[in-house]
């Protein structure tokens, strides 16, 4: 089994930064995709960032130059460093895994921007 834990949402102003942090834990293959998902109160959950354990990147059009994804693979971790957040960020952000053709999820963090 896998397990993913997300900590490092709340509530930042327009224009400040967060950083989300994503533990896993359980049977993870090398290779794999880890990423992070939001889905905002009556939005379908979208793809913010993923990183590959090849370091391969990808993210969405809305948050390129703003986010950062990274990872620590000795210590199973994933980041979402995000800056410059907005209004438009608000949402609850998913800790994602994929291997095996199978998807983990975690149980979200929510960030709220707001003035």
């Known amino acids: 089994q896998v397990q993913l834990v997300e900590s490092g949402g709340g509530l930042v102003q327009p224009g400040g930064s967060l950083r989300l942090s994503c533990a896993a834990s359980?049977?993870?293959?090398?290779?794999?995709?880890m990423g992070w998902y939001r889905q905002a109160p009556g939005k379908q959950r979208e793809l913010v960032a993923s990183?590959?354990?090849?370091?391969?990147?990808n993210y969405a059009d809305s948050v390129k130059g703003r986010f950062t994804i990274s990872r620590d693979n000795p210590k199973m971790m994933v980041y979402l460093q995000m800056n410059s957040l907005n209004p438009e960020d608000t949402a609850v952000y998913y800790c994602?895994?994929?291997?095996?053709?199978?998807?983990?999820w975690g149980q979200g963090t929510q960030v709220t921007v707001s003035s």
């Open positions: 990183l590959t354990s090849r370091d391969s990147t």
């Open positions: 359980g049977n993870i293959f090398w290779f794999n995709v």
């Open positions: 994602n895994l994929k291997q095996t053709g199978r998807d983990y």
